[in-house]
């Protein structure tokens, strides 16, 4: 397969969740923004912004909310905001009807533009000899969130970023085989056989790695995140028809 160093990025990601105690500068910041806002929009509408959390009151309350202590520590950390205020704010500055920002298709959109941008600042780290990590832990309590970032109607945070000088170097997590994810002209129904091979793929990974050792197969991962929720992502839903969206 050839390869180049782009490809060698994207397919050695590792998510890092320590960092030196080694603070980002502000031209390196504005390199990762920069970064996002050039990421692909739906329709040129832009509909995101990013909030950088700074105030170490207001990143202690992070880390309760996400329950890793190392999002109050070293590194910076961000928040994707799905965001159609701006957009409403347009309408209205105009005197147009602005009630389709608020249909599933606007909404889909906003948190699409929010995802594809969050993901650049990851790449764009990660190309600096950064690490980062992406915390949808954040949405263990929304309305929180909601409520320390003054977030107003048509905003909704769909996960923080952490980002910072490695301190670690874990090992490579293997992934499902393409032939699981990718699938010509139709879809397919998952092979038991193939997840059976990669039941054992990621159990000899947990049981082989540097650290964080445990036992457990892909399929064992999958039932207990299916049964096990904080308690308020149960309210995500209400929350993200309080904020406006997906009402229409």
Known sequence: MSTNETLHLLTHHRSIRHFKDQALSNETIQALLQAAQRTSSSMFMQQFSIISV????????????????????NG?????????????????????DTHLLHDGDRSLAAFDDAALAGQSIVTAAESMGLGAVILGSILNDAQQVIDLLHLPKLTFPIFGIAVGYPSENPDLKPRLPLSSVHFENHYQEPDPKELDAYDQTIAAYYAKRSTNTRTETYRHH?????????????QILTVLKNQGFFTN
Not at 54 to 73: C, G, M, N, R, V
Not at 76 to 96: K, T, W
């Open 222 to 234: 999958i039932l207990h995140d299916m049964q096990v929720s904080p308690k308020k992502r149960s």
């Open 76 to 96: 910076h950390l961000f928040i994707m905001v799905a965001d159609q205020h701006r957009n409403a704010f347009i309408g209205q500055e105009a005197h147009e």
């Open 54 to 73: 700074t105030d170490p009151a207001l990143k202690k309350q992070f880390a309760e909310i996400t329950t890793y202590p190392f999002t109050q520590s």
